[in-house]
């Protein structure tokens, strides 16, 4: 009799998370962009470059490296031309003028380091346009529900159900190297609810916010400088 109330509880429980799976949204993130601009970038031409580099001067908020990356791979799996310069083969060729502590910080920092004759010679080797400065980072705002798990003589287990929702904020600032002006800002903001059914196995459902917000940046900022 134990056990056959053993096993009705565990049905039921299974039951009740097999309802959850069905009446769940499908994992969907909306994205909002922005653009604002300040100057002109028509006279981009094939073969100029462009760098894209993370903001990280605070160490407790810092742009991640796989996001910048990312853009940086969209940007640059376009047909417009234009030569997009790896975050890390930049910061390595221009040691130590854009490490953490020692990067220009606005334009007008940007303005005096290209005085410096070997920062000048190799800023004209990348043939670099437009350094874009991406600030921001995604965070988990809110989670709910718990996943409980169990090993016993017969095996063992997971059960229960989890959400949490995550949220995307992005800025690029868009700096003319050969104005030495800001060209504009674009900034991106994706939400998303990703779920965690476990029916003995946990089975992530995610809503991929930080991807939608990289290839929503992404497009931006091409649309931005054609």
């Known amino acids: 009799m134990l056990i056959s109330r053993h096993n009705m509880n565990i049905n039921n429980r299974i039951a009740s998370l097999l309802a959850i799976l069905v009446l769940l949204p499908a994992c969907q993130s909306t994205t909002r962009i922005d653009e604002y601009?300040?100057?002109?970038?028509?006279?981009?031409?094939?073969?100029?470059?462009?760098?894209?580099?993370?903001?990280?001067?605070?160490?407790?908020?810092?742009?991640?490296?796989?996001?910048?990356?990312?853009?940086?791979?969209?940007?640059?799996?376009?047909?417009?031309?234009?030569?997009?310069?790896?975050?890390?083969?930049?910061?390595?060729?221009?040691?130590?003028?854009?490490?953490?502590?020692?990067?220009?910080?606005?334009?007008?920092?940007?303005?005096?380091?290209?005085?410096?004759?070997?920062?000048?010679?190799?800023?004209?080797?990348?043939?670099?346009?437009?350094?874009?400065?991406?600030?921001?980072s995604?965070?988990?705002?809110?989670?709910?529900?718990?996943?409980?798990?169990?090993?016993g003589p017969g095996g063992g287990g997971c059960f229960g159900f989890a959400t949490w929702d995550d949220e995307a904020n992005y800025e690029a600032s868009i700096w003319d190297f050969k104005t030495l002006q800001l060209a504009g800002k674009i900034s991106a903001e994706t939400q998303g609810t990703s779920y965690l059914p476990a029916i003995i196995i946990p089975v992530p459902l995610l809503a991929r916010v930080q991807a939608g917000a990289c290839k929503s940046m992404a497009q931006q900022i091409e649309s931005f400088l054609q």
């Open 37 to 136: 601009r300040q100057g002109p970038t028509s006279d981009i031409t094939s073969g100029d470059s462009v760098v894209v580099l993370g903001r990280r001067h605070s160490s407790g908020h810092e742009t991640e490296i796989d996001f910048i990356s990312c853009v940086g791979q969209a940007l640059s799996s376009n047909q417009s031309g234009i030569n997009i310069i790896p975050e890390g083969d930049f910061i390595d060729a221009m040691y130590p003028y854009f490490e953490t502590s020692t990067a220009p910080m606005d334009v007008k920092n940007l303005d005096r380091l290209v005085q410096n004759p070997a920062v000048a010679a190799k800023f004209a080797e990348f043939r670099l346009r437009f350094f874009i400065w991406i600030d921001g």
């Open 138 to 151: 995604t965070e988990t705002t809110d989670k709910k529900g718990s996943i409980s798990c169990a090993v």
